[in-house]
């Protein structure tokens, strides 16, 4: 996705999304698969400031990290390796 400058000010910069190569190629590409529910997961400044250095590291959003670590966990639960 890209932006381009369109107004700036002594603290703002408005930004305007640039106009999509393709026509019908706006907003986020759809998913595939089933559709995603919201999980609210409460944590401390600490906890997440550690979950989002390992997802970095992973290269992964924080989201796919946390979704991989709860994947594992469960699995070694039902004692699936």
Same mark, same amino acid.
């Given at each position: 996705m890209s932006y381009q400058?369109?107004?700036q000010t002594n603290h703002v910069a408005w930004l305007e999304? /640039?106009?999509p190569s393709?026509?019908?190629a706006i907003g986020r590409p759809s998913r595939t698969g089933d559709p995603t529910i919201l999980v609210a997961l409460r944590v401390t400044q600490a906890e997440r400031d550690r979950y989002q250095a390992?997802?970095?590291a992973a290269g992964v959003s924080l989201s796919t990290w946390i979704r /991989?670590?709860?994947e594992a966990r !469960? !699995?070694?639960r039902?004692?699936?390796r």
């Open positions: 400058l369109i107004r999304m /640039a106009k393709e026509p019908g390992a997802a970095e /991989a670590a709860c !469960a !699995a070694k039902r004692g699936v």
